[in-house]
Protein backbone atom coordinates (compact mmCIF):
# COMPACT_ATOMS: atom_id res chain seq x y z
CA UNK A 1 0.00 0.00 0.00
CA UNK A 2 1.38 3.21 -0.72
CA UNK A 3 0.28 5.95 1.95
CA UNK A 4 -0.29 9.77 1.90
CA UNK A 5 2.92 11.32 3.95
CA UNK A 6 -0.23 13.96 5.40
CA UNK A 7 -2.40 11.91 6.55
CA UNK A 8 -1.60 8.28 6.54
CA UNK A 9 -4.30 7.09 4.16
CA UNK A 10 -3.93 4.79 1.60
CA UNK A 11 -3.96 5.78 -2.09
CA UNK A 12 -2.49 2.84 -3.61
CA UNK A 13 -2.14 -0.44 -3.41
CA UNK A 14 -0.65 -3.16 -5.37
CA UNK A 15 -2.68 -6.45 -5.77
CA UNK A 16 -1.00 -10.29 -5.55
CA UNK A 17 -2.74 -13.29 -6.74
CA UNK A 18 -4.36 -14.71 -3.84
CA UNK A 19 -3.55 -18.27 -2.66
CA UNK A 20 -6.60 -19.81 -4.55
CA UNK A 21 -5.74 -18.24 -7.92
CA UNK A 22 -2.46 -19.37 -7.18
CA UNK A 23 -3.75 -23.23 -6.78
CA UNK A 24 -5.95 -22.43 -9.80
CA UNK A 25 -3.54 -21.64 -11.93
CA UNK A 26 -0.90 -24.59 -11.04
CA UNK A 27 -3.78 -26.97 -11.55
CA UNK A 28 -3.57 -25.36 -14.96
CA UNK A 29 -0.33 -26.45 -15.12
CA UNK A 30 1.19 -22.89 -14.66
CA UNK A 31 4.72 -23.35 -13.84
CA UNK A 32 5.43 -20.20 -11.76
CA UNK A 33 2.15 -20.81 -10.19
CA UNK A 34 3.55 -24.58 -9.41
CA UNK A 35 7.14 -23.02 -8.16
CA UNK A 36 5.21 -20.22 -5.53
CA UNK A 37 2.38 -22.65 -4.60
CA UNK A 38 4.50 -24.75 -1.60
CA UNK A 39 5.61 -21.11 -0.17
CA UNK A 40 2.47 -19.43 -0.69
CA UNK A 41 0.54 -22.28 1.20
CA UNK A 42 3.47 -21.71 4.43
CA UNK A 43 2.40 -18.36 4.10
CA UNK A 44 -1.06 -18.19 4.00
CA UNK A 45 -0.32 -20.78 7.26
CA UNK A 46 1.56 -18.52 9.29
CA UNK A 47 -0.68 -15.56 8.27
CA UNK A 48 -3.98 -17.36 9.38
CA UNK A 49 -1.92 -18.46 12.65
CA UNK A 50 -0.89 -14.70 13.71
CA UNK A 51 -4.04 -13.27 12.98
CA UNK A 52 -6.14 -16.05 15.06
CA UNK A 53 -3.46 -14.89 17.95
CA UNK A 54 -3.87 -10.90 17.27
CA UNK A 55 -7.27 -11.33 17.68
CA UNK A 56 -7.55 -13.18 20.55
CA UNK A 57 -4.74 -10.74 22.42
CA UNK A 58 -5.79 -7.74 20.88
CA UNK A 59 -7.38 -4.58 22.86
CA UNK A 60 -10.98 -4.45 22.84
CA UNK A 61 -12.20 -3.16 25.75
CA UNK A 62 -10.71 -0.53 28.50
CA UNK A 63 -10.96 -2.73 31.50
CA UNK A 64 -8.25 -4.44 29.76
CA UNK A 65 -6.26 -1.59 30.21
CA UNK A 66 -3.94 -0.41 33.24
CA UNK A 67 -5.45 2.39 36.34
CA UNK A 68 -4.30 5.71 34.43
CA UNK A 69 -4.07 8.58 36.19
CA UNK A 70 -4.34 12.52 35.47
CA UNK A 71 -6.85 14.92 33.92
CA UNK A 72 -4.60 14.73 30.53
CA UNK A 73 -2.80 11.98 29.42
CA UNK A 74 -0.07 12.01 26.31
CA UNK A 75 0.01 9.21 24.79
CA UNK A 76 3.32 7.42 22.23
CA UNK A 77 2.80 4.64 19.77
CA UNK A 78 5.73 2.94 18.77
CA UNK A 79 6.79 0.16 16.49
CA UNK A 80 9.12 -2.17 18.75
CA UNK A 81 10.41 -6.10 17.91
CA UNK A 82 10.78 -8.96 20.14
CA UNK A 83 10.97 -12.95 19.67
CA UNK A 84 10.67 -12.02 15.94
CA UNK A 85 7.41 -10.59 16.27
CA UNK A 86 6.36 -6.88 15.72
CA UNK A 87 4.56 -5.20 18.51
CA UNK A 88 2.56 -1.85 18.00
CA UNK A 89 3.69 -0.17 21.92
CA UNK A 90 1.61 2.41 23.73
CA UNK A 91 2.83 4.16 26.47
CA UNK A 92 2.35 7.02 28.68
CA UNK A 93 5.52 8.56 29.46
CA UNK A 94 8.10 5.72 29.94
CA UNK A 95 5.42 2.91 31.54
CA UNK A 96 4.11 0.65 28.77
CA UNK A 97 0.67 0.79 28.80
CA UNK A 98 -0.59 -2.12 25.81
CA UNK A 99 1.34 -3.84 23.66
CA UNK A 100 -0.20 -6.33 20.72
CA UNK A 101 1.12 -7.34 17.40
CA UNK A 102 1.78 -5.14 14.99
CA UNK A 103 0.40 -5.35 11.32
CA UNK A 104 2.02 -3.48 7.83
CA UNK A 105 -0.80 -1.06 8.01
CA UNK A 106 -0.85 -0.28 11.57
CA UNK A 107 -2.17 3.39 11.74
CA UNK A 108 -5.92 2.24 11.57
CA UNK A 109 -5.26 0.03 14.20
CA UNK A 110 -3.56 2.81 16.40
CA UNK A 111 -7.20 5.02 15.91
CA UNK A 112 -8.91 2.12 17.48
CA UNK A 113 -6.79 1.80 20.65
CA UNK A 114 -7.02 5.73 20.88
CA UNK A 115 -10.65 5.58 20.80
CA UNK A 116 -10.48 2.96 23.64
CA UNK A 117 -7.79 4.90 25.70
CA UNK A 118 -10.18 8.03 25.19
CA UNK A 119 -12.73 5.53 27.06
CA UNK A 120 -10.35 5.13 29.70
Same mark, same amino acid.
Given at each position: ???? @????????Y /??F?? $??E??M???Q?N =? +???? +? $?P?K?? *??R?????MA?F +????L?T??Q $? @?E? =?G?SLEF????AE??G +?HYQ?????? /?E /? *?????F *??? /????YE? =??I?RK?
Amino acid at each position: MVEC @PRCDRGVGY /VEFPT $LRETEMAAAQGN =K +EAIR +E $LPEKRR *WYRLIKTRMARF +EREKLKTRSQ $L @PEL =KGDSLEFTCELAEGYG +EHYQVIRLGD /VE /V *WRELAF *WDH /VPRFYEI =KAILRKK
